[in-house]
């Protein structure tokens, strides 16, 4: 993954994603290709356009930065066609996908570039931030302990959404 949440999600991420490769289990692909072409998720979309976003220092505004990932199994890169960055992402269908994700990006963004730690969060931190982003479970459970609650006010009602 070229844009990685944490240095352990990162690697699980790509742990994973090359497993999925190397033994073509990609999940929706099968023999015919891609079984959810139409509906399928923004990371499929942009392939092999990598995307970040950098918020440059003193900037208010963050930088959309597109770069070309080259990889052996991508038969894409065989072919003989030229295509701008704009074409290829109006092509994809791709706007709709960043407006919705770009608050979550911006969050990610935020996480690795502040506190004390910057670039650098704690084990710990990084290990919370994985909970809260994607176990939603473990996260329930976490903000009903009752260390949690005496630092946080949360209502009944914001508990039970």
């Given at each position: ?9 990162s ?90 994700n ?14 004390p ?8 931190s ?36």
């Amino acid at each position: 993954m070229h844009h990685p949440i944490s240095d352990g999600s990162s690697r699980r991420a790509r742990t994973y994603t090359e497993h999925q490769i190397r033994y073509n289990r990609v999940r929706f692909f099968s023999e015919e290709g891609c079984t959810v072409y139409e509906d399928r998720p923004a990371a499929c979309r942009y392939y092999a356009l990598g995307s970040m976003g950098v918020r440059k220092k003193d900037a208010s505004q963050v930088e959309d930065i597109y770069f070309l990932v080259k990889e052996d199994h991508c038969r894409g890169h065989e072919e003989p066609r030229t295509i701008s960055v704009e074409d290829y992402r109006e092509e994809q269908g791709v706007d709709v996908y960043d407006e919705k994700n770009r608050e979550w990006r911006d969050v990610v963004l935020k996480k690795r570039s502040s506190g004390p730690t910057v670039g650098r969060p704690s084990d710990r931190s990084k290990q919370l931030f994985d909970m809260c982003s994607y176990d939603p479970d473990s996260f329930r459970e976490f903000i009903q302990t009752e260390g949690f609650l005496e630092i946080f006010d949360i209502s009944s009602d914001q508990m039970s959404t």
